[in-house]
Nanobody, 123 residues
Framework: QVQLVESGGGLVQAGGSLRLSCAAS????????MGWFRQAPGKGREFVAA????????DYADSVKGRFTISRDNAKNTVYLQMNSLKPEDTAVYSC????????????????WGQGTQVTVSS
């Protein structure tokens, strides 16, 4: 199994920045891709970004391209999501997840999930 723990969420004004972290433990060698998803109240889960553990390949949703950056630190088994120029519509619970596929934009491609961290962007 893979255990995932997110941190870094909070309240920020529109135009501000936050950096989310996702610490992975357990059988991390079985993971191929790490992804970030978000879910706003009353909406479905939405793909945000993904990165491969052993490659420079990244993938972003159009809604965050140019504003968010996903990165990883293999030595720390940690994946980050740097979020800049935040908008009120970015408000959601952000969760990281682990997949054995690439590309991996569908939530059903991911087998392990963190508990999520709340991001609230005020206008």
């Amino acid at each position: 199994q893979v255990q995932l723990v997110e941190s870094g969420g909070g309240l920020v004004q529109a135009g501000g920045s936050l950096r989310l972290s996702c610490a992975a433990s357990g059988r991390t060698f079985s993971s191929y891709t790490m992804g970030w998803f978000r879910q706003a109240p009353g909406k479905g889960r939405e793909f945000v970004a993904a990165i491969m553990w052993r490659s420079d390949k990244t993938d972003y949703a159009d809604s965050v391209k140019g504003r968010f950056t996903i990165s990883r630190d293999n030595a720390k088994n940690t994946v980050y999501l740097q979020m800049n120029s935040l908008k009120p519509e970015d408000t959601a619970v952000y969760s990281c997840a682990s997949s054995q596929e690439w590309p991996a934009r569908a939530s059903n491609a991911y087998h392990y999930w963190g508990q999520g961290t709340q991001v609230t962007v005020s206008s």
